[in-house]
């Protein structure tokens, strides 16, 4: 019968009735996943206006807690709305988790900044954040299962694989918003509050998708279960309490969503970040870059669905974790080619070489952001992996500070803990030494102007001997007359060195300021980068386009929506989520900008041998004969 059902299902169009319930839930999950990356995307503006008031302690606590909530809570969502949503119904359910999404992210636009109501304001913000991590939590399962009971058999495939657009249309609209808002109040503006204007945006999206949904039916196999009294009246403890059903969560998750999940984060998150972060593109261009991938390759998630109810869910996410394994790392060679063919000439030809005593060389895991690396080997390797130079880390004497060779230059390191008031100064001093190494050596270093101020102009100038400045000559130049207070304030004086003065002359000395490592705009390659990002956002349309209607499958209608959540959060809000820090980890350890790509690659192996001798065919199932 599942056969029959199949081909009957495939040979007949889309109903009016369809279309509205997978429009409905789409458009609801998309406004879920915008709401969800703004945040992400506008980290920078929404920490400077609620938590840089605070002692470094405070904002590190801050920091992990948001973190927490935007990934980690996920599961936690994916209990609550699930065990709901198997008792109650599928349609008030995730009615429920996008209204908790909508005026979570509204109110963050809202929100007053640390400035105007205080701790308060942090405080607040981690409890709206908390609240949108937990509502994502219960929304993706609710709609995946809401669509694929709606739809015939033979066509479940085709019919999730829209909702797994969803994540990465949101992603999409994210990005369009934030630029449109910036090219159009410019960066001044948008850093002062025009940031807020995509968050405020969002109660529009609010508001259709919440009177879409409300004209929504409930689920036939659900309504047809509650009717006949076979709901279940402990969902969590059926699906994850009794062996038969808890294994079937535990083949789910390592024999399909981790592999999926990290090459979901690989494909759209870890790219963007290694190429800011790591080739050093502009993030208005890497943006850019990322949303055209996502307009040329989206499709293929409907492309990949439809097909997985021709040929099954399993051959087609078995074969992008393949594809993914094998070609990650000739992939990413060619962004960084394309994205900085300077930077990556140089890494060809020039090396260095960290010395440090045994056990001086820590594992630089930093999710949030916010860790210190104190130790003279962490501070040598954490500098060189920020600035993307690869190294070998080689013993060196006990007892003795590190040191990094580039080159014929030795420039020694320093270790924080020790150095105590000295610390700030020492550090400007060795990283202007590593950097004019490695400008030497061929990377795309730029140094910045330095504004100096007069009491400051002799010591500058004897410190930077490179520079060959002649004192009176700058005193001579364009300079400018700045309060001292203002100078104070803004670290280039102390209030000693302004010896009471009301003002004092400024120089703008060109060339003499801090090094930057950059991609010139002129020298990417937007073409092949972008043509690398799609060829990545295909291999998430395999992995992830089929998911949905798999995860349906495995799973009885009673415990269907918690059953397939907690696997899909754990999977994506962990294993994905924790991907770009430890990647990142990975690389400074190892002193291989492409090294971090070993933690999707092994993850993507593991469910990939699991999947192939665990996981079930799913796309002849009948799921309304599963109960």
Known sequence: MANVAAVSGAARPMTGEEKKVIFASSLGTVFEWYDFYLYGSLAIYIGANFFSQYPETTRNIFALLAFAAGFLVRPFGALVFGRLGDIVGRKYTFLIT???MGVSTFLVGVLPGASQI???????????????GLALGGEYGGAATYVAEHAPNGRRGYYTSWIQTTATLGLFLSLVV???VQFALGKEAFAAWGWRIPFLVSVLLLGVSV???LKMNESPAFKKMKEEGKTSKAPLSEAFGQWKNAKIALVALVGAVIGQAVVWYTGQFYALFFLQSILKVDGQSANIMVAAALILGTSFFVIFGWLSDKIGRKPIIMAGLILAMLTYFPLFKALTWAGNPALAQAQSSVRATVTAAPGDCKFQFNPTGTAKFTTSCDIATSFLTRNSVPYDVVAGAAGQPASIKIGDATIASYDAATAGADAAAKDKAFQKQVNMALHDGGYPLVRGAAQVPDAKLDAFIAANPELNLNAEAVRAADKKMVATDKLVADKLLTPTEAAGAAEMAVYTVA??????????????????????LTVLVIYVTMVYGPIAALLVELFPTRIRYSGMSLPYHIGNGWFGGLLPATAFAMSAAKGDIYYGLWYPIIFAGITLVVGLLFLPETKDRDIHAMD
């Open 98 to 100: 996008i209204l908790i």
């Open 118 to 132: 205080g701790i308060a304001a942090p405080i607040i913000l981690i409890v709206l954040r908390m609240l949108q």
């Open 178 to 180: 934030i630029l449109g």
């Open 211 to 213: 009177w879409i949904r």
């Open 511 to 532: 060339g003499g300021g801090t090094f930057s490592m950059v991609a010139d705009p002129a020298a990417v390659n937007w073409v092949v980068i972008i043509a690398v």
